[in-house]
């Protein structure tokens, strides 16, 4: 897997991958809710080290406290939408994957393929719905001045995906692995992935 890194990364460029993690209204502490015997976002943690492509995994958390075992967590001390703790991220990590801390689902094999996708211009997921994915995406520090005007005057992402990033096409079964846990009915659905 280091042969891989090195094709997709800038020369003395690192690629990390980056979870985020908010606190969430309608299924609060979903994160840590276990999903095949694991806190859920400790499940994504472990399959995106497992892979072998990043120099570090991050949890980048908005909790105030939030403890894990054998997980890197990080403060996220960016105010704001999910925008904000993007444009927050790239000013510290320079080059990432992102992926959402809700995405119990997802597998080495696509993160894999998203990431042989990557040569040094921006990506995203576009999943079968047509609906391009910030939290399945590669952000670097090409676009941050832009997004960060961008930012100003708006807070939705996704036209701002669709402007500027290269656009990876997932089919359905790599679309399922972007589920994300957003109810009791979600969780039960997340624990069929396990196998």
Same mark, same amino acid.
Do not use: W
């Given at each position: 897997?280091?042969?891989?890194?090195?094709e997709?990364?800038? /020369? %003395?460029? !690192?690629?990390y991958?980056?979870?985020? +993690?908010k /606190?969430s209204?309608? *299924?609060?502490?979903?994160?840590l809710?276990?999903?095949?015997?694991?806190? +859920?976002?400790?499940?994504?943690?472990? @399959?995106?080290?497992?892979?072998?492509?990043?120099?570090?995994?991050?949890?980048?958390?908005? =909790?105030?406290?939030?403890?894990?075992?054998?997980?890197?967590?990080?403060?996220? =001390?960016?105010?704001?939408? $999910?925008?904000?703790?993007?444009?927050?991220?790239?000013?510290?990590?320079? /080059?990432?994957?992102?992926?959402? %801390?809700?995405? &119990?689902?997802?597998?080495?094999?696509?993160?894999?393929?998203?990431?042989?996708?990557?040569?040094?211009? &921006?990506?995203?997921?576009?999943?079968v @719905?047509?609906? &391009? !994915?910030?939290?399945?995406?590669?952000y670097?520090?090409?676009?941050?001045? /832009?997004?960060?005007? =961008?930012?100003?005057t708006?807070?939705?992402?996704?036209?701002?995906?669709? !402007?500027?990033?290269? *656009?990876?096409? $997932?089919?359905?079964?790599?679309?399922?692995?972007?589920?994300?846990?957003?109810?009791?009915?979600?969780?039960?659905?997340?624990?069929?992935?396990?196998?």
């Amino acid at each position: 897997m280091q042969g891989l890194r090195k094709e997709v990364i800038n /020369e %003395g460029g !690192q690629l990390y991958s980056i979870i985020f +993690m908010k /606190e969430s209204l309608r *299924l609060p502490g979903k994160h840590l809710m276990e999903i095949c015997g694991k806190p +859920m976002v400790s499940r994504i943690y472990e @399959t995106l080290r497992s892979t072998g492509l990043f120099e570090d995994v991050i949890v980048f958390s908005k =909790y105030r406290e939030i403890s894990l075992k054998k997980v890197n967590v990080v403060r996220d =001390y960016s105010s704001g939408v $999910l925008i904000d703790s993007i444009i927050s991220a790239i000013d510290i990590y320079g /080059e990432f994957l992102a992926v959402g %801390g809700d995405m &119990p689902c997802i597998r080495n094999d696509l993160v894999t393929r998203f990431v042989k996708e990557y040569h040094d211009v &921006p990506i995203a997921a576009l999943d079968v @719905t047509g609906f &391009p !994915q910030p939290l399945f995406a590669i952000y670097n520090r090409t676009i941050v001045e /832009e997004l960060r005007r =961008y930012s100003l005057t708006e807070k939705r992402i996704y036209p701002f995906l669709q !402007q500027h990033f290269l *656009l990876v096409e $997932l089919d359905e079964r790599e679309s399922a692995m972007l589920m994300s846990v957003n109810t009791e009915d979600d969780i039960i659905l997340a624990e069929k992935c396990c196998d």
